[in-house]
T-cell receptor, first 111, second 115 residues
Framework: GEDVEQSLFLSVREGDSSVINCTYT??????LYWYKQEPGAGLQLLTY?????DMKQDQRLTVLLNKKDKHLSLRIADTQTGDSAIYFCAEKDGNTGKLIFGQGTTLQVKP | ETGVTQTPRHLVMGMTNKKSLKCEQH?????MYWYKQSAKKPLELMFVYNFKEQTENNSVPSRFSPECPNSSHLFLHLHTLQPEDSALYLC??????????????FGPGTRLTVT
């Protein structure tokens, strides 16, 4: 079945760039998403990319997609303490429309 | 605020209790979802409703019973739960269900503890 994998933890210093990586297995993925979850809150949609795109930039966020390797990354420039959260990668199954989520990457930003 | 609200935010219930979780969306969406988020596990899709009709039941035990009276409201009725059902239950909505972008917007969740 489909699978989405993420590393579980990333620690960076304030002001540095953060890169969160994700790999997926479903070749029929149409859209790939990044969600952010702060403590005690639900998931907030950050950005998404269509599967025929290589890159999408939105202010401090850059999404890179390597469809051949089924690898997705989220780069956060000038990381701030407010960026500390769990980041979830999700792919949309092109056949069913379901979202398949990774386990989430906890981003810790040190002052 | 995402436009999706959930009540209660926290719930503690015994295994013999019956309770209900409520979700309301103010986005004019037609599809609504229930997810279960357990520690150290990916989000698990439980149910999907599209235009008030259930379109997905992801092999969820019958002690969880969803109800969607209209496109804006979704309930999850709980009875005779087990301690392993303790989790964060998230509701989401999207414009429609299917292969288009149709981003899903999540509520804050209900933290359920079964004692």
């Amino acid at each position: 079945g489909e699978d989405v994998e993420q590393s579980l933890f990333l620690s960076v210093r304030e002001g540095d760039s953060s890169v969160i990586n994700c790999t997926y297995t479903d070749s029929s993925s149409t859209y790939l998403y990044w969600y952010k979850q702060e403590p005690g809150a639900g998931l907030q949609l950050l950005t998404y990319i269509f599967s025929n795109m290589d890159m999408k930039q939105d202010q401090r966020l850059t999404v890179l997609l390597n469809k051949k390797d089924k690898h997705l990354s989220l780069r956060i420039a000038d990381t701030q303490t407010g960026d500390s959260a769990i980041y979830f990668c999700a792919e949309k199954d092109g056949n069913t429309g379901k979202l398949i989520f990774g386990q989430g990457t906890t981003l810790q930003v040190k002052p | 605020e995402t436009g999706v609200t959930q009540t209660p935010r926290h719930l503690v219930m015994g295994m013999t209790n019956k309770k209900s979780l409520k979700c309301e969306q103010h986005l004019g969406h037609n599809a609504m979802y229930w997810y279960k988020q357990s520690a150290k596990k990916p989000l698990e899709l439980m149910f999907v409703y599209n235009f008030k009709e259930q379109t997905e039941n992801n092999s969820v035990p019958s002690r969880f019973s969803p109800e969607c009276p209209n496109s804006s409201h979704l309930f999850l009725h709980l009875h005779t739960l087990q301690p392993e059902d303790s989790a964060l239950y998230l509701c989401a909505s999207s414009q429609d269900q299917g292969g288009g972008t149709y981003e899903q917007y999540f509520g804050p969740g209900t933290r359920l503890t079964v004692t």
